[in-house]
């Protein structure tokens, strides 16, 4: 009867381990879902791909987006809807959308998997729940890219102002500091007169 009751508790210690390692299996394939940043899959991609999407871009996208039990919530396929047309980089849409489409040559066609919080957060949209990781499929139909003289004023831009509160900066530090000369001048002067009288 010893001998029995201790292969019924090696067998007790046996079972406890495998749940043990289960439920931890079960926990880290929990945590490998919530992505933290948009998960890409090219499922089409030309075979010349000259130019790549990027900030500013003007362009054109298909797109099917659907919950994970694959329930839809938006298409340009539907009657009403239609491509949708936007410059890239403007917050026009979700930011996993646009991260998704960054990239992307003219015809090629992905998957993404946008976790919530680079889509409708906690508080959803629509017919979509809180806290949902969605999925889109995206075609990117047009691209057209930014003109020279629009990449040009982007840049003087961004380098202006950096250099004009440089510049105004300099001119308030200057006339604090010629503000403050007179002051100096003038009591050297009325020191001078003290010393002849």
């Not at 000259?50 to 539907?78: H, P, Q, R, V, W």
């Not at 403007?90 to 959308?97: C, K, Q």
């Not at 139909?141 to 105004?168: D, N």
């Amino acid at each position: 009867s010893s001998g029995i009751n201790a292969e019924y508790g090696q067998l007790m210690i046996l079972q406890l381990v495998i749940v043990l390692l289960f439920d931890g299996c079960a926990s880290l394939s929990t945590t490998s879902k919530k992505l933290k940043d948009v998960l890409i899959t090219v499922e089409y991609r030309p075979e010349t791909c000259d130019m790549f999407a990027e900030d500013g871009d003007k362009i054109t996208i298909e797109y099917t987006g659907y919950l994970e039990n694959g329930l839809e919530f938006d298409s340009t396929k539907l009657p009403e809807r239609g491509p949708l047309n936007f410059t890239l980089g403007t917050n026009t849409v979700i930011p996993g959308l646009e991260r998704g489409i960054l990239g992307m040559c003219f015809g090629e066609r992905r998957k993404l998997v946008i976790p919530a919080h680079l889509a409708y957060g906690n508080q959803g949209y629509r017919t979509i729940p809180g806290d949902s990781t969605i999925f889109f499929d995206v075609a990117l139909t047009r691209l057209k890219k930014k003109s020279i003289l629009e990449r040009t004023v982007t840049a003087v831009q961004f380098f202006m102002f950096p250099l004009t509160t440089s510049i105004i900066i300099f001119y308030l530090w200057q006339k604090m500091n010629n503000s403050e000369e007179p002051s100096h001048t003038s009591n050297r002067k009325s020191k001078r007169n003290r010393r002849r009288n």
